[in-house]
């Protein structure tokens, strides 16, 4: 007889959704014009758009779709920082994408 399983530490609300190179090389020109947003600022403030607009992605074309540099702006809790370019922190999980129209409840 199996004993039943004790699962220890914290579950990772992060890692729901997909990592961002994965959404992005499945759409047309690498998903330029579209817009992505995170989970983690959609939990963590619901109310304040949070959101990436892709103006140009450039992936690195290693063979797990890790690494890439990203050009987009960036409008963080409602505020518009300008034009970012994203190098780093890509290869974590949790983005998702918006579709092209019914993007208006989050802007």
């Known amino acids: 007889m199996t004993k ?3 699962y220890i530490g914290s579950y990772d609300v992060n890692a729901e959704g997909k990592f961002l190179w994965e959404i992005l090389c499945q759409l047309r020109h690498l998903g330029r014009g579209r817009i992505v947003t995170k989970n983690e600022w959609t939990r963590k403030w619901p109310d304040q758009p949070s959101y990436l607009k892709i103006v140009k992605a450039q992936p ?3 063979r797990w ?3 890439g540099k990203l050009w987009a702006n960036w409008t963080y809790r409602g505020i518009d920082l300008g034009m970012y370019e ?3 922190d890509l290869a974590r999980s949790g983005h998702f994408f918006l579709q092209k129209y019914p993007v ?3 802007i």
């Open 86 to 88: 994203f190098s780093t």
């Open 104 to 106: 208006t409840n989050l």
């Open 65 to 67: 779709l890790l690494r």
């Open 60 to 62: 690195a074309m290693d």
């Open 4 to 6: 039943n399983l004790r």
